[in-house]
């Protein structure tokens, strides 16, 4: 693809899967940012923008080969979505919010950021889970069905995920991005992991919708 300051990032990771580990190394959001221009993402960033392509270009050498969701059908692309990501996310989030009252029951007084995190994890489950709901339930169908009208419940998704992507930034944040403190138990540390692998597989769960599935089916 031509990549020019005008191309976001959403384009680039869409077009070129294997930039999105570059984007994770590089600090740049691909998911709930993936509308900015990557020139203005890679300013953002504080990175040289060819410097960003050419690790893009190194990392497409020795990827191994995976579906092109850019071209598989729409059906087959929301079967991987709800079988791989839907079921992830509800099965991690139920996880995380054991350990996080566990946790924060044991620790909040030593670790006062820790009730705030049980209550920005209750936000975003209390969110996602309906979230879920709507997608299998009311736009997904209608995608696989070839109907038109998708726009507004579009938009809606579209606004959800942006206020997602926040509400794990806050999670990182209030977190010192997931740093242990000392003598943390093993909840602890399966807490943080447990924040961790929800915030990556979201990132990859947002982009496949955001910036291939909505824009295929709307055209």
């Known amino acids: 693809m031509n990549i020019s300051n005008d191309t976001t990032v959403g384009e680039v990771a869409a077009e070129r899967p294997a930039s999105l580990r570059v984007f994770e190394r590089a600090g740049i959001d691909y998911c709930c940012g993936g509308r900015r221009s990557l020139a203005s993402a890679c300013a953002k960033a504080g990175v040289e923008m060819d410097e960003l392509l050419a690790k893009i270009d190194d990392a497409e050498r020795v990827t191994v080969t995976q579906t092109d ?37 044991v620790h909040g007084e030593v670790h006062p950021e820790l009730p705030v995190m049980r209550g920005v994890l209750a936000e975003l489950r209390e969110e996602l889970i309906p979230h879920l709901a709507k997608e299998e339930r009311v736009l997904f169908p209608r995608i696989r069905a070839g109907a038109g009208g998708i726009d507004a419940p579009v938009s809606v998704m579209l606004a959800e995920h942006d206020h997602a992507g926040d509400l794990l930034q806050h999670l990182r944040f209030l977190s010192k991005d997931y740093r242990l403190p000392d003598g943390a138990c093993g909840s602890y540390r399966a807490l943080y992991q447990s924040l961790e692998a929800l915030e990556a597989d979201l990132k990859v769960h947002i982009h496949l919708e955001s910036n291939i599935l909505f824009p295929r089916a709307a055209r």
């Open 69 to 105: 969701w850019r071209s598989a059908p729409l059906a087959d692309l929301i079967d991987h979505i709800e079988a791989v990501h839907h079921t992830f996310t509800r099965d991690e989030l139920a996880r995380a919010t054991t350990l996080m009252e566990k946790v924060a029951r």
